[in-house]
């Protein structure tokens, strides 16, 4: 068995980085991140509803702007049909709201706060995408 994408400092780097920007808009937001309820209050809430825009357009404007100042080549490969992602996406938005949050806000926020509900949330996540994996390759 080959271990292809094992980068452990890498991922030091990127968690890290991610605690930090989650420590900062908690510091100048007072509010936890998380994408799902982020994109709702973009679209539901009059107050602070730029706040949540510019962090939405920063998830997607980010790593352009890395690729272009590291001159490395984003490559983004789709390989199923688009209602079977227009499905999974509605899946994943009512799975956000039945449990509560998603999974960086339960991952990354919830967790950092000892939230039982949070851990719990993130264990299923992990158990039923490390099954879905399990599955899809060996059925």
């Given at each position: 068995m080959t271990i292809v994408n094992?980068?452990?400092?890498?991922a030091l780097i990127g968690g890290a980085?991610?605690?930090?920007?989650?420590?900062i808009f908690f510091l100048f937001n007072g509010r936890l991140v998380g994408i799902s309820g982020?994109?709702?209050?973009?679209?539901n809430?009059?107050?602070r509803r730029i706040d949540n825009i510019l962090f939405l357009v920063g998830l997607i404007v980010g790593p352009?702007?890395?690729a272009l100042i590291s001159n490395k080549e984003i490559n983004i490969s789709i390989s199923n049909s688009l209602s079977l992602?227009?499905?999974a996406g509605l899946l994943v938005?009512?799975?956000t709201r039945i449990s509560g949050g998603c999974t960086s806000g339960h991952g990354i926020s919830g967790i950092g706060r000892f939230s039982l509900r949070s851990i719990i949330?993130?264990?299923?996540f992990m158990v039923v995408g490390i099954l879905t994996v399990l599955i899809k390759n060996f059925v």
């Open positions: 094992f980068t452990p400092y890498s980085i991610i605690g930090l920007a989650v420590v982020i994109a709702a209050n973009a679209l809430q009059k107050e352009i702007l890395y992602l227009i499905v938005g009512i799975g949330a993130t264990i299923t």
